[in-house]
């Protein structure tokens, strides 16, 4: 299947062109990026990397003679003895498959996956080094062709998507055409673009969505994405505190996985859309708003108080005007002002006119 550009002029991507000029300068003052593989302790958070373990941060005991840590440690022997062999034998396993081989020891997937995070951490190692895997909930269409580990030839279409690979670190011979990248809060929102073929008529690009909060293998396909290609990157989730969360954990990172922000966190990525200043230049109507609840408005609390926004002045000012107007607002909202509105009209015009921040 060639890929053959079937949308708009070349002019169109102008401003794009500009802008990815500018993500590689910063990327050539700043130097090479720190090579993944490892954990980086910082003592604060860098902009160029997101958030990071630090020095001084808390840590856990679990002993074998102690009777409330007795049991975590026999589990954690026993998972690292089938990291063990999965490693000694060159085979995978995901987090499920080690939940099933007992799981009554385990009692619920919880304890394995915080048990596989925790040694991930001790050892200082990402967690597929550990030979583990996680099972993608991620979807990808667009313009894109790579090779999976075991010689697969995977050709991604602008018409349907396709899963996420398992095994990002296996994918190889990655090809794209594509000016820009989506990464899409919803699925809903990302099946309606590929029914508007939004693909098609803005192409070459490539939509990503994680189905709200993403799995470790959508965020490691972003962060593979833009290691290899530096196409501009961009997202397009709700006009509410839970969608800036979601926009936050690919830029920026989690805590929870904080000891991996270098393989990752892409922190070049920019806020598209939904802006609450939208709402009003846009002129929604009200009743399609959602009023903010208590706990949006501590999640907001919580998100304003963090040490990246005060590299975002923009972003500030944004989820400013949300906590004024006390309002939120899905990417839906759009649909009443035309049923395509956003794939149409919304997204051409901000990605033609720079209308990213």
Not at 218 to 242: E, N, Q, S
Request: charged share 20%; with cysteine.
């Amino acid at each position: 299947m060639a890929f053959a550009p079937m949308g708009p002029e070349a002019s169109f991507f102008g401003v794009l062109e500009q802008h990815r000029a500018s993500l590689l300068a910063t990327l050539r003052r700043r130097g090479p990026e720190p090579a993944g593989g490892g954990t980086h302790v910082a003592s604060r958070f860098e902009d160029s990397v997101g958030l990071q373990m630090i020095s001084h941060c808390t840590t856990r005991k679990i002993k074998s003679d102690s009777p409330k840590s007795v049991k975590n440690f026999a589990l954690i022997l026993k998972i690292l003895s089938m990291i063990y062999k999965l490693v000694q034998s060159n085979t995978y396993a995901t987090k499920r498959d080690i939940y099933y081989t007992d799981s009554q020891l385990f009692g619920n997937q919880t304890v394995v996956d915080n048990i596989i995070n925790d040694i991930s951490c001790m050892l200082k190692v990402p967690r597929r080094c550990l030979h583990i895997l996680s099972t993608s909930k991620g979807l990808i269409a667009g313009n894109l062709k790579y090779i999976e580990e075991d010689g697969t030839k995977v050709t991604c279409s602008c018409a349907t998507a396709i899963a996420v690979p398992s095994n990002i670190q296996g994918i190889r011979n990655l090809i794209t055409d594509a000016k820009f990248l989506l990464i899409v809060e919803k699925d809903a929102t990302f099946q309606r673009l590929l029914d508007d073929n939004f693909c098609s008529k803005i192409s070459p690009c490539i939509m990503v969505t994680g189905k709200g909060v993403p799995d470790l293998n959508t965020r490691l396909l972003v962060k593979k994405l833009w290691d290899t290609f530096h196409t501009p990157i961009f997202t397009l989730v709700d006009a509410d505190p839970h969608g800036i969360e979601i926009m936050c954990i690919y830029k920026y990172g989690s805590k929870s996985m904080s000891f991996e922000a270098h393989n990752l966190t892409v922190p070049a990525i920019r806020w598209l859309g939904l802006l609450p200043s939208d709402i009003k230049r846009l002129n929604i109507p009200k009743d399609t708003l959602i009023p903010l609840t208590k706990q949006d408005q501590m999640k907001l609390d919580s998100i304003l108080k963090r040490p990246y926004i005060t590299c975002q002045p923009f972003w500030r000012k944004e989820m400013e005007i949300m906590a004024d107007s006390k309002m939120k607002a899905e990417i839906q909202a759009l649909t009443f002002l035309s049923s395509d509105y956003l794939s149409r009209v919304y997204l051409p015009n901000k990605l033609k006119f720079g209308g990213w921040i």
